[in-house]
C-alpha cells in the first residue's frame, strides 16, 4: 500500500477510533458546510443475518435517519448491494437517496440513474444464475440470490469443510459461460458476487450524487466490506470515511467497534449537522 493510500491513521497504522480522534473527526470542517451521509446497510446499520431477508431496521436508527434526513440542509443515502427496490423497502423514509446493486441504481430526490453497461447484462445474468443454481443445489445452505443487475452467492449457511468445493463449482461454472468476459466476480463476506464488469463502484456512485449537490457537503462515508473501499479511496481526501470494525487492511480513516456503535454514530451526526430550527 502506498503512503498516500492510508488516509488518517493511528500509531501502528490502520483507521483511528472514531470517538477517540481528538477534537472530533468531523468538527474542523463544519462551518458553513452541509452533510453528504453515505451509508452501508447490511453489517453497517444492521446485523449481517443469515438469511439476508431478516435484516430489519431498528425503529430507533430509522427515527435517527428520518431525523437527519428531514432538512433540505442534508443528504443521507444508503449505498447498499441489494437490489434498489429490495433496498427503498427495507429503510422505508422516503426523503433519502437510495443506490442499489452498489450503485449500479440510483434513486433520489431529483435523481435516476441506471448505470447503461448494467441493463445489457440482465439476460446473461438470468441465464448464469439457472445454470448456477443447478450446479450448486448439492451443497447444503448455499443459494443463488438473483439482483437483476448482478447475482450473489450466499454460503453463510455452508459447513466450513464444504465450501472450497462450493467456491470451486462456483469459479468452474463461470469460467465455462460464453459471456464470462462480461463479468467481474467480487469477494464480500460469506458471498461471491457476479457484477457487470464496468468502472463502476460505490466510489464512482457517491461521487456521482456529490456532483448533483449545489452547495458545500462534506461526504461521510460508513461501511463493513470489501465493496466499501472503493467509497474509502473515492473520499479518502475530500471526506470521511468509516469502517464498521478496526482492520489495518483498510483505506478508511476511522473506525467504528461495530454496527452496535451505528446509532451512537448518527447521534453525533445529529450534534454535528443540527437540522435548522423552523419558525
Ligand atoms: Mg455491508
Known sequence: MKSEDRGHQGKGGGP??????????????????R???????????????????????SRQMKEQLRSLADSDRHLVTILSGRTLSDIKARVGIRNICYG????????GKDMR?????????????????????????????????R?????????????????????????????????NEKLTIVKGKKVLELMPDISWDKG?????????????YLPIFVG???????????????????????????????YLKGHREASRFLNSMQDYFPNEVRT
Open 16 to 33: 483511528v477510533y472514531f470517538f477517540s480522534a481528538k477534537a472530533g473527526p468531523v468538527s474542523g470542517s463544519l462551518p458553513g458546510r
Open 35 to 57: 452533510l453528504a451521509l453515505f451509508l452501508d446497510f447490511d453489517g453497517t446499520l444492521v446485523p449481517i443475518q443469515k438469511d439476508p431477508a431478516k435484516c430489519v431496521l
Open 100 to 107: 442499489g446493486n452498489h450503485g449500479l441504481a440510483i434513486s
Open 113 to 145: 440513474f441506471i448505470h447503461s453497461g448494467a441493463s445489457a447484462i440482465i439476460p446473461i445474468i438470468n441465464k448464469l444464475g439457472r445454470s448456477l443454481e443447478k450446479e450448486i443445489a448439492c451443497f447444503d445452505g448455499a443459494w443463488v440470490e
Open 147 to 179: 439482483k437483476k443487475f448482478s447475482l450473489s452467492l450466499h454460503y453463510r449457511s455452508v459447513g466450513n469443510r464444504e465450501i472450497p468445493g462450493l467456491k470451486r463449482t462456483f469459479f468452474r461454472v463461470v469460467k465455462g459461460f460464453p459471456y
Open 204 to 216: 464512482r456512485a457517491a461521487l456521482w450524487i456529490l456532483n448533483k449537490l449545489r452547495g458545500r
Open 224 to 254: 463493513d466490506d470489501i465493496t466499501d473501499e472503493a467509497a474509502f479511496r473515492a473520499l479518502k481526501n475530500s471526506g470521511v470515511t468509516i469502517r464498521i470494525g478496526k482492520s489495518k487492511r483498510t483505506l478508511a480513516s476511522y
